[in-house]
């Protein structure tokens, strides 16, 4: 079953819990179905890999591991604090995701 998640790909967050809490990145992945995303040098994990055709070399591979969408928060562009996400519709029909806090979009601008 698939995740509702308030997160999409290029939103800043900050780590709200766990061992990297406090620190702030750039979201590169979302999984829906399993409410985890992936966060730019955020909880980085080491992975021991074999030789192979794509990774020649083979050895101790630094990365970074999904982390579960309920720890990280997004941080508002315009107020830049962390924030809940609320959703609003517009006069147009479309639905765009807001700050709680200071009640501007969170959509960049196109």
């Keep these: 079953m698939r995740a509702k998640t308030h997160l999409k790909v290029n939103d ?5 819990s766990g061992k990297d809490k406090g620190r702030v990145g750039k ?5 829906s179905n399993d409410g985890k995303a992936v966060v730019e040098k955020i909880n980085m ?7 192979s055709q794509m990774n020649q070399q083979g050895g101790i591979i630094e990365r970074e591991a ?8 997004v941080i508002c562009p315009k107020c830049s604090k962390t924030s809940r996400v609320g959703k609003k519709i517009l006069e147009d029909g479309s639905k765009v ?9 969170l959509e960049a601008k196109a």
Excluded: W
């Design 27 to 31: 979201v590169i992945r979302v999984d």
């Design 66 to 73: 999904a982390l579960d969408a309920s720890n990280l928060m």
């Design 45 to 51: 994990i080491k992975r021991h890999t074999k030789p």
């Design 97 to 105: 995701r807001i700050c709680k806090k200071c009640s501007e979009s």
């Design 12 to 16: 800043q967050v900050e780590v709200i």
